[in-house]
């Protein structure tokens, strides 16, 4: 007990006596993090949860480093009958002509540069030529390439138009050099979108974009608007909260400014770190303030209390940081050590979180701990107006009305925790999983609603990626190979979540078509004789655009099929992967052909599966933690199984309310049990911290230890709970529909928490009052949190 209390008496005199030096300090530390908010980095592509090291990894890498980088297409379409009046359609062509020119645009496929390839008998070859002119036209000659595209070209179907011809759409190939990079971003925001916006405005229409570079853009802006949302949302919620609890404008002020700096040293580490903000580091922020504020209120509720008791201010201030340290710096430990299982993941984006937020939680904790000790010794002592909350009615009746549950109720409290436990269990079994890339964004903003329109349109804008390896140079224009392709690609048509695929087996039909004149009838593969004869008219052809080029590799080793996917479930992509690799095992003899599917839809399904497999070890570990955590306190194994339940009930509670409400486990909201269950922990050991004192002063009589420790922390867990609460809300106020859930979740799960803490808990202790009083808990180590008799024995 000595060494402690001499230890956390040290802390408070070197605290208390070097006030202006800690100012110094913190004020040097908060500038030179401050400088470190120009290196912040928002990510510019989707999260990849997997390890570098995972072969599904390694398959996109490879692909990537082949056929480059697969995500650099925007589309624009217009759904407009009158699309061929001469006045809509030119103006289509100055606005294509306009992006063409753009030097971030590797190429276009649009109506103004729609070419056929013609058959030159006397030169023996294929040149390729315009359909339309559009430097030099007639209104007529619009009507006839109308006729032209729709009814005669149909290498342009679901390219350039949709299969009924309603919907015109371009295709716009972004440099891939830009794609993840912030010129993306400027080119995007600085020059696509007015433009577009120019055009609808002129115009009365309304154009559709879409493709993986512009939905990236978007919805990172979103994120960066967020935080900024979420940030002042937070610090207002939360000052209003802690008003009206302590009703004092300078406890407000003095924790607002002290969750202020937590947030500066937030954005500062992630500076320093180098880190990109993402969905999940873009949450750390509002985290810190959510999490910052009940250390305030633990420290400024037990330094208001001692005022009250004796009235020496001095005195307060160290018995605050003598009584509450301890048991803060424990509490604190144990919500860094929640997030920091997340760094022995393998996942890049997991371990980045886990180290900022358990850095950022530590930090918080330290201000915490300094300022407001240092704060209140510059201010006058709290007047009784200040103190006056310690002595609400309705926080007496609240306390009264556990205390009555407690005493007489305990049957029912077990009946209605089983039943709870129960009905979580049978929730668990109704969750399911989604691995969807474009799950979370925001549902309501006019992209997503773009999204939608081409799914219905062109089915779907997500890419999927299939990679033939003939295994030998040559073999990807064999015509055995391009005849497997073809079989391939009739079954993915079939498939009709999928959109028609795109392969070099277009271009070798579109070949064959001009070989006979131009014939839409002749769009097929040709056949053993008939390539002989193409063949000798292929040596002059060149693909100007290089939009086959992109599907076969310098070597002509390797054919990419690309497919597009429409919004839909995770277990029907599953699905879809299963059946797409029965019929491509069963076209491809594996000894001749290595296929492989990749692209970032299945890459970020299987982040998904590996991140809940990553949740279930991250959150044993966390367990484990607060199991040793519990064992130094008490050195009882019952001791720990009861400081577990309260805890692990509400995450089954809310794994349940997931299950029956349909909200599926996806990488937001995988995060709600390892943060929930890690601040939830912190009312169990503030509860248990004061109960082992009671029992050292009452000579081990557990229901009398119980009860006063029920009332002594039932104030402050009550305050800290309504705070992490609505704090937790603040998210639900989001566009994205992960940040909602989790918002809401943990909201849930630390209210559950707080009643089992300060109910259920209490009842356990009082049932087993004959077991768990033994010699090991007297023999248990001693913390730092002591009675005024103790300390006055000391």
């Given at each position: 007990?000595?060494?402690?209390?001499?230890?956390?008496g040290?802390?408070?005199?070197?605290?208390?006596r070097?006030?202006?030096?800690?100012?110094?300090?913190?004020?040097?530390?908060?500038?030179?993090?401050?400088?470190?908010?120009?290196?912040?980095?928002?990510?510019?592509?989707?999260?990849?949860?997997?390890p570098?090291?995972?072969?599904?990894?390694?398959?996109?890498?490879?692909?990537?480093?082949?056929?480059g980088?697969?995500?650099n297409?925007?589309?624009?379409?217009?759904?407009?009958?009158?699309?061929?009046?001469?006045?809509i359609?030119?103006?289509?062509?100055?606005?294509?002509?306009k992006?063409?020119?753009?030097?971030?645009?590797?190429?276009?496929?649009?109506?103004?540069n729609?070419?056929?390839?013609?058959?030159?008998?006397?030169?023996?070859?294929?040149?390729?030529?315009?359909?339309?002119?559009?430097?030099?036209?007639?209104?007529?000659?619009?009507?006839?390439?109308?006729?032209?595209?729709?009814l005669?070209?149909?290498?342009?179907?679901?390219?350039?138009?949709d299969?009924?011809?309603?919907?015109i759409?371009?295709?716009?190939?972004?440099?891939?050099?830009?794609?993840?990079?912030?010129?993306?971003?400027?080119f995007?925001?600085?020059?696509?979108?007015?433009?577009?916006?120019?055009?609808?405005?002129?115009?009365?229409?309304?154009?559709?974009?879409?493709g993986?570079?512009?939905?990236?853009?978007?919805?990172?802006?979103?994120?960066?608007?967020?935080?900024?949302?979420?940030?002042?949302?937070?610090?207002?919620?939360?000052?209003?909260?802690?008003?009206?609890?302590?009703?004092?404008?300078?406890?407000?002020?003095?924790?607002?400014?002290?969750?202020?700096?937590?947030?500066?040293?937030?954005?500062?580490?992630?500076?320093?770190?180098?880190?990109?903000?993402?969905?999940?580091?873009?949450?750390?922020?509002?985290?810190?303030?959510?999490?910052?504020?009940?250390?305030?209120?633990?420290?400024?509720?037990?330094?208001?209390?001692?005022?009250?008791?004796?009235?020496?201010m001095?005195?307060?201030?160290?018995?605050v940081?003598?009584?509450?340290?301890?048991?803060?710096?424990?509490?604190?430990?144990?919500?860094?050590?929640g997030?920091?299982?997340?760094?022995?993941?393998?996942s890049?984006?997991?371990?980045?979180?886990?180290?900022?937020?358990?850095?950022?939680?530590?930090?918080i904790?330290?201000?915490?701990?300094?300022?407001?000790?240092?704060?209140?010794s510059?201010?006058?002592?709290?007047?009784?107006?200040?103190?006056?909350?310690?002595?609400?009615?309705?926080?007496?009746?609240?306390?009264?009305w556990?205390?009555d549950?407690?005493?007489?109720n305990?049957?029912?409290?077990?009946?209605?925790s089983i039943?709870?436990?129960?009905?979580?269990?049978?929730?668990?079994?109704?969750?399911?999983?989604?691995?969807?890339?474009?799950?979370?964004?925001?549902?309501?903003?006019?992209?997503?609603?773009?999204?939608?329109?081409?799914?219905?349109?062109f089915?779907?804008?997500?890419?999927?990626?299939?990679?033939?390896?003939?295994?030998?140079?040559?073999?990807?224009?064999?015509?055995?190979?391009?005849?497997?392709?073809?079989?391939?690609?009739?079954?993915i048509?079939?498939i009709?979540?999928?959109?028609?695929?795109?392969?070099?087996?277009?271009?070798?039909k579109?070949?064959?078509?001009a070989?006979?004149?131009?014939n839409?009838?002749?769009?097929?593969?040709?056949?053993s004789?008939?390539?002989?004869?193409?063949?000798?008219?292929?040596?002059?052809?060149?693909?100007?655009?290089?939009?086959?080029?992109?599907?076969?590799?310098?070597?002509?080793?390797?054919?990419?099929v690309?497919?597009?996917?429409?919004?839909?479930?995770?277990?029907?992509?599953?699905?879809?992967?299963?059946?797409?690799?029965?019929?491509?095992?069963?076209?491809?003899?594996?000894?001749?052909?290595?296929?492989?599917?990749?692209?970032?839809?299945?890459?970020?399904?299987k982040?998904?599966?590996y991140?809940?497999?990553?949740?279930?070890?991250?959150?044993?570990?966390?367990?484990?933690?607060?199991?040793?955590?519990m064992?130094?306190?008490?050195?009882?194994?019952?001791?720990?199984?009861?400081?577990?339940?309260?805890n692990?009930?509400?995450?089954?509670?809310?794994?349940?309310?997931?299950?029956?409400?349909?909200i599926?486990l996806?990488?937001?909201?995988?995060?709600?049990?390892?943060?929930?269950?890690?601040?939830?922990?912190?009312?169990?050991?503030?509860?248990?911290?004061?109960?082992?004192?009671?029992?050292?002063?009452?000579?081990w009589?557990?229901?009398?230890?119980?009860?006063?420790?029920?009332?002594?922390?039932?104030?402050?867990?009550?305050?800290?709970?309504?705070v992490?609460?609505?704090?937790?809300?603040?998210?639900?106020?989001?566009?994205?529909?992960?940040?909602?859930?989790l918002?809401?979740?943990?909201?849930?799960?630390?209210?559950?928490?707080?009643?089992?803490n300060?109910?259920?808990?209490?009842?356990?202790?009082?049932?087993?009052?004959?077991?768990?009083?033994?010699?090991?808990?007297?023999?248990?180590?001693?913390?730092?949190?002591?009675s005024?008799?103790?300390?006055?024995?000391?």
């Amino acid at each position: 007990m000595r060494r402690k209390n001499n230890f956390w008496g040290t802390v408070a005199n070197l605290i208390l006596r070097n006030r202006f030096l800690i100012i110094g300090a913190i004020v040097l530390v908060t500038l030179f993090l401050s400088s470190q908010w120009q290196y912040m980095r928002f990510t510019f592509t989707e999260a990849n949860l997997l390890p570098s090291t995972h072969p599904e990894n390694i398959q996109y890498d490879s692909f990537v480093k082949t056929f480059g980088e697969e995500g650099n297409l925007i589309v624009i379409a217009l759904k407009e009958e009158q699309f061929f009046e001469p006045k809509i359609f030119e103006k289509w062509i100055v606005l294509n002509r306009k992006i063409d020119s753009f030097q971030e645009v590797d190429f276009t496929l649009s109506t103004n540069n729609v070419q056929e390839l013609v058959k030159d008998e006397k030169l023996k070859s294929f040149v390729l030529k315009s359909v339309f002119d559009i430097e030099d036209y007639e209104l007529s000659d619009i009507e006839k390439f109308k006729q032209k595209l729709l009814l005669e070209l149909p290498f342009y179907k679901n390219i350039l138009y949709d299969s009924d011809g309603q919907t015109i759409q371009s295709a716009i190939y972004l440099d891939k050099n830009i794609v993840n990079t912030i010129q993306r971003k400027d080119f995007i925001f600085k020059t696509f979108i007015p433009l577009i916006n120019t055009f609808e405005k002129d115009t009365g229409l309304d154009v559709k974009i879409s493709g993986m570079p512009y939905i990236r853009t978007l919805n990172a802006q979103n994120i960066v608007d967020e935080i900024g949302v979420f940030v002042l949302s937070a610090m207002l919620l939360t000052s209003l909260i802690f008003f009206l609890f302590f009703r004092s404008f300078r406890a407000t002020f003095i924790s607002m400014f002290v969750v202020m700096i937590g947030v500066m040293w937030a954005f500062g580490i992630l500076g320093l770190l180098r880190y990109e903000i993402t969905i999940l580091t873009a949450l750390i922020p509002p985290l810190i303030i959510v999490i910052g504020v009940p250390n305030c209120i633990f420290l400024i509720n037990k330094y208001q209390q001692e005022v009250a008791k004796h009235g020496n201010m001095v005195k307060s201030l160290q018995r605050v940081i003598m009584k509450i340290g301890n048991a803060t710096l424990m509490t604190n430990l144990t919500t860094a050590s929640g997030f920091a299982t997340f760094i022995l993941t393998d996942s890049k984006v997991l371990k980045e979180f886990g180290i900022v937020a358990s850095i950022n939680i530590i930090a918080i904790f330290l201000l915490s701990l300094l300022i407001i000790p240092i704060a209140y010794s510059f201010m006058s002592q709290p007047s009784k107006k200040h103190l006056k909350h310690l002595n609400s009615l309705y926080l007496k009746r609240f306390v009264k009305w556990m205390e009555d549950r407690v005493k007489h109720n305990r049957i029912n409290v077990y009946i209605i925790s089983i039943f709870s436990l129960v009905m979580g269990v049978i929730g668990i079994y109704q969750i399911n999983i989604s691995g969807s890339i474009i799950e979370d964004m925001p549902k309501k903003s006019e992209f997503f609603k773009d999204i939608l329109f081409f799914d219905a349109e062109f089915n779907g804008i997500v890419p999927i990626e299939i990679i033939v390896d003939s295994r030998r140079k040559g073999g990807a224009t064999r015509l055995s190979t391009l005849k497997r392709i073809d079989k391939l690609e009739q079954y993915i048509e079939d498939i009709p979540e999928l959109s028609t695929p795109i392969s070099s087996v277009s271009g070798v039909k579109f070949i064959k078509q001009a070989y006979y004149n131009g014939n839409p009838n002749y769009y097929k593969l040709p056949t053993s004789q008939e390539n002989s004869f193409i063949a000798s008219y292929l040596k002059n052809v060149e693909d100007s655009k290089g939009l086959m080029q992109n599907y076969v590799d310098s070597t002509a080793q390797f054919n990419r099929v690309t497919t597009f996917m429409k919004d839909i479930p995770t277990d029907r992509i599953e699905e879809i992967e299963d059946d797409l690799l029965k019929e491509i095992n069963r076209i491809f003899p594996p000894e001749r052909y290595h296929v492989k599917l990749t692209g970032k839809t299945l890459l970020y399904l299987k982040g998904t599966h590996y991140l809940i497999r990553n949740l279930i070890i991250s959150l044993s570990l966390a367990i484990l933690l607060i199991a040793v955590f519990m064992a130094y306190m008490f050195r009882s194994f019952k001791m720990i199984v009861i400081s577990l339940i309260p805890n692990l009930l509400p995450l089954i509670i809310t794994a349940g309310v997931m299950g029956f409400s349909g909200i599926p486990l996806k990488p937001s909201t995988i995060l709600v049990f390892s943060i929930a269950f890690g601040i939830s922990v912190d009312d169990t050991i503030h509860f248990l911290a004061k109960y082992r004192q009671e029992l050292i002063a009452n000579k081990w009589k557990i229901k009398t230890s119980v009860y006063i420790a029920l009332r002594e922390t039932a104030v402050s867990m009550f305050y800290t709970s309504i705070v992490l609460f609505f704090g937790f809300a603040v998210f639900m106020s989001s566009n994205f529909g992960g940040t909602v859930a989790l918002g809401g979740l943990v909201s849930v799960t630390l209210l559950f928490a707080m009643l089992a803490n300060l109910i259920l808990l209490p009842s356990l202790l009082i049932s087993l009052e004959d077991t768990v009083s033994n010699e090991k808990v007297i023999k248990a180590p001693k913390i730092n949190i002591i009675s005024d008799e103790d300390r006055k024995k000391s």
